[in-house]
């Protein structure tokens, strides 16, 4: 099957073909713009495949799209391709709409006229809003997003499911909750800690830090992906998550725990701009429909991933320089 990746550079798009590309049955076509985010040193291990092919490109670029479905006739789409950072959005919104908005409809009417078997939307559970103490997104839950970010995703989501119900094309939307794991981009809560100890610098936790995320790691999304291209049910939406809750200052805590460092590095600077208070997710209906089940305990590889970021320090010392230092200083001033 020849598959169209998007945003394959990224974090969960990389990590997404790194384990799929093992595959004998499958072509993957990375289509990724290389934006701050992509990065091919994510696929460095891979790149010589000869399965595997990338393209830097653009979603939004129409003309580009078509050709690529001309010439290699694409069976599936996964599209992991967005502006994905909340803070980044509220600094600035409009290229989250052309991206996750205008780009997923390029790619829809591409896959429309093409013809495609399936096409996934990978989504976010942040479409749904924020929630109170004890409850759970369902799949039903209403939409409520309340960033730019996760207004973007909610209209992509929106527009994909009206392709189906419009032109029956096979759509399927993930929404998965917040990842962790190797390759995650340095500005995430996860990554950010663990470099900004590693330098002992100071750890910026927002507000209380007593906002709640549901937490999974990277592989159990990707498997999760897998199987929802196998046997997911199209006009569907499908949530993922490991019901793994963590208030960030527990996590930053272990995060200092497991390098020694000091928890004076912690520092409570001004909250996020109408930061989500919880997100908890209910995955039962993909463990019951798909037989889908998180493998991944939570410390075990949290202490993993940080072992990854102390072992790979060539990775993110490329990337902390330049355009991300001044992401920085702006996003928490010249602490
Ligand atoms: P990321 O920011 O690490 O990677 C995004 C990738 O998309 C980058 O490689 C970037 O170069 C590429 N890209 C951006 N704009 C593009 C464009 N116009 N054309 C082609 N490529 C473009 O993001 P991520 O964390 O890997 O997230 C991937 C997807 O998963 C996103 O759709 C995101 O909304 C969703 N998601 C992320 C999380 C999470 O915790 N990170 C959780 C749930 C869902
Ligand atoms: P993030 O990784 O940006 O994911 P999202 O906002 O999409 O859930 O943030 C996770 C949580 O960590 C969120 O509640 C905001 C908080 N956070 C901080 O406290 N400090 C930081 O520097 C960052 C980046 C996030």
Request: aromatic letters at 12%; glycine letters at 6%; one cysteine or more.
């Amino acid at each position: 099957m020849n598959i169209l990746v998007t945003g394959g550079a990224g974090f969960i798009g990389s990590n997404f073909i790194n384990y799929f590309i093992n595959r004998d049955d499958v072509l993957i076509y990375n289509l990724d713009k290389l934006t701050y985010a992509g990065n091919l040193d994510n696929l460095k291990s891979i790149r010589e495949k000869r399965n595997y092919t990338f393209i830097k490109g653009d979603i939004c670029n129409s003309e580009l799209i078509d050709y690529l479905f001309t010439k290699y006739k694409f069976d599936y789409v996964i599209n992991f391709a967005a502006e994905s950072h909340v803070d980044r959005s509220i600094l600035g919104s409009e290229i989250f709409f052309r991206t996750n908005v205008i780009g997923t409809n390029v790619l829809l009417e591409a896959a429309k006229r093409f013809d495609v078997k399936k096409f996934i939307q990978i989504s976010t559970d942040e479409v749904y809003g924020s929630l109170g103490p004890t409850d759970l997104f369902t799949e039903k839950t209403n939409l409520s997003p309340n960033s730019p970010y996760s207004s973007s995703k909610a209209a992509a989501d929106i527009m994909a499911l009206s392709f189906h119900h419009t032109y029956g094309l096979p759509v399927v939307i993930t929404r998965c909750s917040n990842n962790y794991g190797q390759f995650q981009f340095p500005e995430k809560l996860i990554p950010l800690m663990i470099i900004n100890a590693l330098n002992d610098k100071k750890l910026p936790v927002y507000g209380d830090g007593l906002n709640v995320r549901d937490w999974i790691y990277v592989l159990d999304h990707n498997r999760a992906v897998e199987l929802v291209l196998e046997k997911g049910r199209v006009g569907e939406v499908y949530n993922i998550g490991a019901s793994c809750e963590m208030r960030n200052i527990d996590i930053v805590n272990l995060i200092l725990k497991k390098l020694e460092k000091d928890e004076d590095l912690i520092e409570f600077v001004k909250d996020r701009p109408g930061h989500d208070k919880r997100y908890a997710i209910d995955s039962s209906k993909i463990q019951t429909e798909l037989g889908w089940k998180p493998q991944t305990l939570f410390e075990h590889a949290l202490y993993e991933t940080i072992d990854w970021y102390i072992n790979n320090k060539e990775w993110w010392g490329k990337i902390i320089t330049g355009e991300y230092q001044k992401y920085y200083d702006i996003q928490y001033g010249n602490s």
